[in-house]
């Protein structure tokens, strides 16, 4: 029996903002709810609306920038920079900027729509 799980093919989140999402692991990808890893382009101008959501996010930016409103504080992070934002905390995720912006993002416990607590 194998001792580890090989991703080569994640699921890909339908969306209709531009924005791709590819999560290898987590509920949409295998099922688990402790945890998800996506990997994510944001294009240039994409923004989400405020959101609460009732998990742990960790980002770490690949390429570009992207802007995170954190209660009312803006937050810029560049390539090479990373952020924790803890559950429960109104946040807004914004690339305001002109390039697209790749990242990594891990949601403990494991991204669900139900639990995003979008405004």
């Given amino acids: 029996m194998k001792k580890y799980t090989k991703q080569t093919q994640p699921f890909v989140v339908p969306t209709t903002d531009g924005k791709?999402?590819?999560e290898h692991f987590g509920l949409a990808s295998d099922g688990n709810s402790a945890i998800s890893i996506a990997h994510m382009t944001a294009p240039p101008g994409w923004s989400e609306p405020f959101q609460t959501p009732e998990f742990d996010?960790?980002?770490?930016?690949?390429?570009?920038?992207?802007?995170?409103?954190?209660?009312?504080?803006k937050v810029v992070l560049k390539a090479g920079e990373s952020i924790k934002i803890n559950k429960h905390t109104r946040v807004q995720y914004a690339n305001p900027f002109t390039e697209p912006c790749e990242y990594i993002s891990i949601c403990q416990p494991a991204f669900n729509m139900e639990t995003v607590n979008r405004e």
Avoid: A, H, N, V
């Avoid at 920038?65 to 504080?73: N, P, R, V, W, Y």
């Fill in 57 to 73: 996010e960790y980002t770490f930016i690949i390429k570009g920038q992207k802007q995170f409103t954190i209660e009312d504080e």
């Fill in 20 to 22: 791709t999402i590819k």
